[in-house]
């Protein structure tokens, strides 16, 4: 069992910068799967960035350039630093956490979840 606890989210002006963090409990946490996930009302939950246990990583491409995920596994915390802020960023930011045996079983019991942080950006 992982739990995940997400912070950093606030209140910023367009054109600023926040880091978000996320502290996950357990074990093994280099192996997993990191991401950031985003939701804004009235919209579903998309993927913002992913950034796998060798560090790989992936983002949507409304942030590509603005937003970097990076990971310490001694400190069992995933970042995602946002630059350049846009209005159309505000959102709830949830930490999601995927252990392997997620990807071989199809096991959602292996897909874990923060409770989320708030991003609000003020034009």
């Known amino acids: 069992q992982v739990q995940l606890v997400e912070s950093g989210g606030e209140l910023v002006q367009a054109g600023g910068s926040l880091r978000l963090s996320c502290v996950a409990s357990?074990?093994?946490?280099?192996?997993?799967?990191m991401g950031w996930y985003r939701q804004a009302p009235g919209k579903p939950r998309e993927l913002v960035a992913v950034?796998?246990?060798?560090?790989?990583?992936n983002y949507v491409d409304s942030v590509k350039g603005r937003f970097t995920i990076s990971r310490d596994n001694a400190k069992n915390t995933v970042y995602l630093q946002m630059n350049s802020l846009k209005p159309e960023d505000a959102a709830v930011y949830y930490c999601n956490a995927k252990n392997p045996l997620y990807y071989r079983r199809s096991d959602e019991r292996y897909n874990y979840w923060g409770q989320g942080t708030q991003v609000i950006v003020s034009s």
């Open positions: 357990g074990d093994n946490f280099a192996v997993y799967v």
């Open positions: 950034i796998s246990s060798g560090h790989s990583t």
